[in-house]
T-cell receptor, first 118, second 112 residues
Framework: GAGVSQSPSNKVTEKGKDVELRCDPISGHTALYWYRQSLGQGLEFLIYFQGNSAPDKSGLPSDRFSAERTGGSVSTLTIQRTQQEDSAVYLC????????????????FGPGTRLTVL | QQQVKQSPQSLIVQKGGISIINCAYENTAFDYFPWYQQFPGKGPALLIAIRPDVSEKKEGRFTISFNKSAKQFSLHIMDSQPGDSATYFCAAKKAAGNKLTFGGGTRVLVKP
């Protein structure tokens, strides 16, 4: 079956421009996560969506970052007024369930979007 | 504050040898400990995971050892193969939480 897909795979933008990154989770997965992977910071949690609940935005580094999930499926991560320190690989993951239960919590990652801000 | 500390940062092992990666955590609220394998240009892939009610879990050549009292867990790759060359991440998640907290990663190189 299809895994988590992300687009674009690579994005080069100029400082100050806005970018949108897309994530298609595994069909049927109710939970969706965004992480950022950078050389200096490793893998960092950004935001989490679970069903119709309010998202956990506790990992977003600034108010330039926002995300939405439409129809409980596709998610878009938007970075406004990009800065050079935003350069990283942005990873999306999904899991069958959210926090409840001892099974179904496994997070499956997409290939990521490599963002380069010049 | 780094909640999950991973060592070593890099590891070179001969084909057929054992690769050992260690992680330590501070927060006793963590109750789920997965290991991820990542190849260049790819996203992390779940390798094996453990919960603190067991001390060891084995899947094929991969074994997690868990020491709850020491708040440490490790990944052993037995009979290491060149195809195992990748970056490995340990992670932890709280029972009531949703996000994974990752270790810094270990780059493993298996020489033929």
């Amino acid at each position: 079956g299809a895994g988590v897909s992300q687009s674009p795979s690579n994005k080069v933008t100029e400082k100050g421009k806005d970018v949108e990154l897309r994530c298609d989770p595994i069909s049927g997965h109710t939970a969706l996560y965004w992480y950022r992977q950078s050389l200096g910071q490793g893998l960092e949690f950004l935001i989490y969506f679970q069903g119709n609940s309010a998202p956990d935005k506790s990992g977003l580094p600034s108010d330039r970052f926002s995300a939405e999930r439409t129809g409980g499926s596709v998610s878009t991560l938007t970075i406004q007024r990009t800065q050079q320190e935003d350069s990283a690989v942005y990873l999306c993951a999904s899991s069958l369930l959210g926090t409840s239960g001892r099974t179904g919590n496994e997070q499956f990652f997409g290939p990521g979007t490599r963002l380069t801000v010049l | 504050q780094q909640q999950v500390k991973q060592s070593p940062q890099s590891l070179i092992v001969q084909k057929g040898g054992i690769s050992i990666i260690n992680c330590a955590y501070e927060n006793t609220a963590f109750d789920y400990f997965p290991w991820y394998q990542q190849f260049p240009g790819k996203g992390p892939a779940l390798l094996i995971a453990i919960r603190p009610d067991v001390s060891e879990k084995k899947e094929g050549r991969f074994t997690i050892s868990f020491n709850k009292s020491a708040k440490q867990f490790s990944l052993h790759i037995m009979d290491s193969q060149p195809g195992d060359s990748a970056t490995y991440f340990c992670a932890a998640k709280k029972a009531a939480g949703n996000k994974l907290t990752f270790g810094g990663g270990t780059r493993v190189l298996v020489k033929p």
